[in-house]
């Protein structure tokens, strides 16, 4: 007999778009090439998600995006020690090891004080805690007042159809 395999929502935060634990300024100003670590840990002890996806929308400075722009996310796994977040990075100007990157998002062209996004899509999540980190590689800092909107889901594979 054969199988059909179909996704199935997350035992954790499921298919509902849920904030990715980032604070409300957080993105305010982010200057070129630095990184925001999210202040809440994801839990995935017990729920065991396979997969995830990571969808944000930050507000640009007054430098337009070019066609080289991007946002790369970055998954800090908690580490044995109990504390320490991937390889202990925090928000700032030094960014993760590319170890920790899973993926750059590219952003439209051309935009200057609106909202660019990025998407990742099929994050592979590791069981247990971890944040999520957002870099900042377009041409300009972010606007200083950035309304953002940072979210994830997450779900499974059902191999029975």
Same mark, same amino acid.
């Given at each position: 007999?054969a ?9 954790? /935060?499921?298919? =509902? ?17 630095? /990184? ?8 995935n002890?017990?729920?065991?998600? /396979? ?13 337009? =995006? *070019? ?20 390889? !202990?990075?925090?928000?700032? +100007? =030094? *960014?993760?090891?590319?170890t920790?990157?899973? !993926?750059?998002? *590219?952003?439209? =062209? !051309? ?22 980190? /957002? +870099? ?20 499974n ?5």
């Amino acid at each position: 007999m054969a199988s059909i395999e179909k996704f199935v929502a997350g035992a954790g /935060v499921g298919l =509902t778009w849920t904030d990715g634990g980032f604070t409300a300024n957080a993105f305010n100003s982010l200057a070129i090439a630095n /990184v925001v670590v999210a202040t809440t840990s994801v839990t995935n002890g017990t729920a065991l998600d /396979v997969m995830a996806d990571f969808s944000c929308s930050l507000v640009n400075g007054a430098t337009t =995006t *070019l066609a080289t722009s991007y946002l790369e996310l970055y998954l800090l796994p908690l580490m044995q020690d109990g504390s320490t977040y991937g390889d !202990g990075t925090t928000s700032g +100007s =030094t *960014l993760p090891l590319q170890t920790y990157s899973v !993926g750059r998002s *590219l952003v439209k =062209t !051309g935009v200057t004080n609106a909202a660019v996004v990025g998407l990742w899509r099929g994050v592979l999540l590791p069981p247990g805690d971890f944040r999520w980190a /957002v +870099s900042n590689q377009m041409a300009g800092p972010l606007n200083a007042a950035a309304v953002q909107a940072v979210k994830y889901r997450t779900y499974n594979f059902n191999l029975n159809g």
